[in-house]
């Protein structure tokens, strides 16, 4: 049969088993997957402040999101809120 099974043989249209090109593809074909990957993920916005670690960050953003369940704001309300929050402490998306 050769490099080609027959639809007969697999129940579907033919595959080529075995192509040389092949080896090269796949690891360009992941390569263009994890960037573009990474472009999406690198746009993403953060809240940053000029001089405050991660830490801080996330321990502000937690105080933001405590203060907005207290008062029992859900939803795009709740989103507004916390940017509201974050704002007034001198962050900003980025």
């Not at 027959?6 to 040389?20: H, N, R, V, Y």
């Not at 000029?50 to 704001?73: M, P, R, Y």
């Not at 939803?75 to 509201?84: I, M, R, T």
Request: glycine share 6%; aromatic share 6%; net charge positive.
């Amino acid at each position: 049969m050769g490099a080609v099974a027959t639809a007969k043989s697999i129940g579907q249209s033919p595959i080529i088993l075995s192509c040389p090109e092949l080896p090269l593809f796949r690891p360009l074909l992941c390569l263009s997957a994890v960037a573009a990957l990474t472009a999406c993920a690198s746009t993403e916005q953060r809240w940053a402040k000029e001089g405050v670690s991660d830490f801080d960050t996330a321990n502000f953003i937690s105080e933001c999101k405590f203060q907005t369940g207290l008062a029992k704001i859900k939803g795009d309300q709740a989103e507004e809120l916390l940017k509201h929050c974050m704002q007034a402490k001198g962050f900003r998306l980025r």
